[in-house]
């Protein structure tokens, strides 16, 4: 019963026009009923422990945390930690938050508490913040705070939106909006590939940097000069990515990423980085722009040497300078290298790319939008041919008939590279980041 509430709230809250009544109707419903559990947070990590400080900050306080590794973390402030078989202890007045972002996850860890007392009322624990987060927001959005765009993705922004975020990012953006407005509606984020050249080697990368013949990074000038005339064709982008190869690799990282902010219309710039290169204090400074987002992806198990001492040494340099970011463990990726013709069946196609989760990663490469990575790595290989309305040559339109095309472009029903690609439902899961040399020596 709780869990259908917090269901119904997050459906109001994803409404195009959200009722703020309703919504705090709702969640005050939700709190009365809290207030009068005990409530045990399932595991201790980052979102159990904003979860805690959500709901602490509506006065109610977490009794428990539960974890595996509670033996070495014992207490969260004042709130013990226990073990997961301690669950067994609790009657039927209790509430299990299990805290993930991935469903699957949650499942996982769901089952392990059923299994221990099956009596508990188990809830979504990263769902429930997201919902009790809102009247906070909403009070910082009112009062002109600033919001911490990490916090907010941790919430699921990237995944789910938000509008309190959306309102907030628009406002210190600049954005606009005018009558008869002309921009494209439905562009509204994507990754630049600054360079193709990587410290790694990684075998089924998605953009296939180990297999490219030569590996270019994009002057500094083209990428600004590109995304400016992309914001100023979209009615708004949300964010735009920083990737590559490895973006850090660019010569003008640091000025790249301080004029990028300086562009209009954009919420946030957000670089991956896979830790190889470590940035001096000068590009921390930079980084810590309160519009500005990194994503360390873990590559610990697989770097060795000098690259895994460059990993701990970007980290300890991040946590010395105060910039915080984003940790992707990436335990698993799929293998979508293949460009062999997978789907022959026309009637198939939509279906694969409607299922297809990175059929909005659209990748700008020098000038062309591509609408996904394969779609990309495929065309720069020489296995797959540029075809128009599903690529955008940026530099050969003027704004009004780019905003024209990043419709048409965004519209479009499939790419033609879906028919050589394994993406959804047939690309095996493989360990994240495996290296060629590994391969090579086996
Ligand atoms: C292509 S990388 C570029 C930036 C940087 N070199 C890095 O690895 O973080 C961007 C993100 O894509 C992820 N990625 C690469 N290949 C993948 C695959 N086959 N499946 C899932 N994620 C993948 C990486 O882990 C990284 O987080
Ligand atoms: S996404 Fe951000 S603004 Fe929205 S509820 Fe979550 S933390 Fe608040
Ligand atoms: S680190 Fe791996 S995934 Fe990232 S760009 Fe380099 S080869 Fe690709
Ligand atoms: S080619 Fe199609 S199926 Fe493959 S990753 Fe791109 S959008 Fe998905």
Redesign the pocket.
Known sequence: MIGKKIQDALLELSSIKPNTNVIDSMINDLLQILAKKRIIIYPAGYLGRTLEKTLSAHGIETEYFIDRDANEIKKIKDIPVLEPQRLDEFSGDSVVFVSANLNAMVEQLSGVARRHNNKLTILNGFEANRLLKYPLCLKKLMNHAPFDIIECENCGFERHGCPLCMAYLKRTAGATTCENDWRSPSFTWFGYIVGQA?????IH???A??FLKSHKFVPKDVIISDVQKVAASSRFLTFVEL????PFMHPDFKALVEELLEIKNIGYIKS?T?GTIVPDKGLCQVLKNPRFMLQV?N?EKQATGKLLDNIYATRKILKDEDVKYIFTEHFEWQDFSSFDLHNTEEGKLKTVFNACPLRNCNRLYSGILYRCPHQYAGIELGKLKKRAVESVDVHGHQEKDLADALEAFEHVNYIDACRYCSMPFDAPVVPA?IQLIQKEEV
Do not use: A, H, Q
């Open positions: 990587c410290t790694l080697k990684c990368c998605c953009e940097i180990p990737i590559g190869g490895e991956f896979n992806s590559y980041g």
